[in-house]
Nanobody, 125 residues
Framework: QVQLVESGGGLVQAGGSLRLSCVAS????????MGWFRQAPGKEREFVSS????????KYADSVKDRFTISRDNAKNTVYLQMNSLKPEDTAVYYC??????????????????WGQGTQVAVSS
């Protein structure tokens, strides 16, 4: 399995922006579908965004569409999540995740089998 380390979380006011990064090691990054999920206190982990191996195909949850952008740099083994126009309801721990190699882009939590430790995002009103 690939190892994933997230960074970039923090505290921001509503309307602000943050960029999360996730660096992968121990695997062939360019063969992996990548995604971001989040989990708020007392809630289940939910899909946020995902990208295909080459970054051409992207998927978003309706709640973040037009505010968040996922991208990847395969030369740096890194996937990003640019979060703009943040809202208090975006407050959660954000997790980076990877699929098995050569899997079609997916939004399903069970299709991801490598996970990072998470990074906290807090949005104040």
């Amino acid at each position: 399995q690939v190892q994933l380390v997230e960074s970039g979380g923090g505290l921001v006011q509503a309307g602000g922006s943050l960029r999360l990064s996730c660096v992968a090691s121990g695997g062939m990054f360019r063969t992996l579908g990548m995604g971001w999920f989040r989990q708020a206190p007392g809630k289940e982990r939910e899909f946020v965004s995902s990208t295909s191996r080459g970054g051409v195909t992207t998927k978003y949850a309706d709640s973040v569409k037009d505010r968040f952008t996922i991208s990847r740099d395969n030369a740096k083994n890194t996937v990003y999540l640019q979060m703009n126009s943040l809202k208090p309801e975006d407050t959660a721990v954000y997790y980076c995740a990877a699929t098995q190699p050569f899997r079609t882009v997916t939004t399903t939590l069970g299709d991801f089998d490598s996970w990072g430790q998470g990074t906290q995002v807090a949005v104040s009103s």
